[in-house]
């Protein structure tokens, strides 16, 4: 049985990831499973500089879901180098680091520095964060500024680049299209949906920068969704997200299109979820005599 799946020029042992932002950089959860039996840790967005993130609150519980406003806060270019990258080659995990420049020329910087560095290969741009005012999903719904960044930062990057697209436009298969012919060897769909919560106590918004971004179950059928359409457009490989919390939930984005998941909210419900779901669909996969995983890839299209 064969459950090994290619990102372009970069191999994952199976297809289960863990989502951006959503495991650090692999330190916490290293404490609940074993990190490298991962097919891959998507690092959290990563910029030049330290960045110290949003101010006032920063999460909230929703039905089914989490509203956030990190804003990005992370230890910047040089600490995850010399710190959380050899972190994570000592302990065997596959590395993905989540680039999350605040221009097109960060961005550039960020991805020539890390596609040279030891032990990666692969780099995830992230053009769809709603939580910062620059950078992040300005350039994910715009298509001329999208077109940019993609273009210059596949030029910089010596390595496999995944674009993260944002799902709050009108046809992201549109955005898909574009990443592939300038380049990308695959995209992630979806980063967060736009979102809002008020207090109404205070009769004000609940966080500071207004809007939030929504993720966990509730927008799992439009993550589904997405991947649908996106598989349908481009040849390039999927890697689906969006509030995966069991076998049957990461079947779908399968058979919608994907050729790996990523976990993300379920992460802070059940940090040992990641590894569950490889033995399940290992387990799947032989009651089902599947022999290679990529059987089961857009097979709900034929």
Same mark, same amino acid.
């Given at each position: 049985? +064969? ?8 191999? @994952? ?22 990190? #490298? ?12 500089? *330290?960045?110290?993130? +949003? ?23 040089? !600490?995850?180098? $010399? ?11 596959? %590395? =993905?680091?989540? %680039?999350?420049?605040? $221009? ?9 520095? @890390? ?7 692969? =780099? ?5 964060? *709603? ?24 030029? #910089? ?5 995944? %674009? ?40 004000? *918004?609940?966080?500071? +920068?207004?809007?939030?971004? @929504? ?11 997405? %991947? ?18 069991? @076998? ?5 984005? =399968?058979? #919608?299109?994907?050729? &790996? ?24 996969? &032989? !009651? ?15």
């Amino acid at each position: 049985m +064969n459950t090994a799946i290619k990102l372009g020029p970069l191999a @994952l042992k199976n297809p289960v990831t863990v989502a951006s932002g959503t495991a650090g950089y692999g330190e916490e959860l290293s404490n609940f499973t074993d990190i #490298a039996q991962l097919g891959a840790i998507f690092t959290k967005g990563l910029s030049k500089e *330290p960045r110290p993130g +949003n101010r006032g609150n920063r999460i909230i519980e929703t039905p089914a879901g989490v509203l956030n406003s990190i804003g990005l806060e992370n230890v910047g270019l040089v !600490r995850f180098l $010399s710190e959380k990258l050899p972190f994570l080659k000592n302990r065997g995990a596959t %590395v =993905i680091p989540n %680039v999350a420049g605040h $221009s097109v020329e960060e961005n550039v910087e960020l991805c020539a520095a @890390l596609s040279v560095a030891e032990g990666i290969q692969a =780099i995830e741009l992230n053009v769809s964060c *709603p939580n910062v005012k620059e950078g992040g999903m300005a350039f994910g719904t715009d298509m001329k500024r999208f077109t940019e960044v993609v273009k210059k930062t596949r030029k #910089a990057c010596r390595c496999g680049l995944i %674009v993260k697209l944002s799902p709050n436009v009108t046809d992201i298969a549109a955005f898909a299209a574009r990443a592939e012919d300038l380049g990308a060897d695959a995209v992630s769909a979806v980063n967060t949906f736009l979102g809002m919560k008020i207090d109404v106590k205070r009769r004000r *918004p609940h966080f500071e +920068n207004r809007v939030a971004g @929504l993720s966990g179950p509730a927008i799992r059928p439009l993550a589904v969704r997405a %991947v649908w359409q996106i598989y349908e457009a481009v040849k390039i490989p999927v890697i689906g997200l969006g509030g995966i919390a069991s @076998l049957d939930d990461m079947l779908e984005f =399968i058979m #919608a299109g994907a050729s &790996a998941v990523s976990i993300g909210t379920m992460n802070m419900v059940d940090p040992a979820l990641p590894a569950s779901l490889i033995r399940k669909f290992e387990e799947y996969c &032989a !009651r089902e005599n599947i022999k290679d995983m990529n059987e089961l890839i857009g097979c709900a299209h034929l």
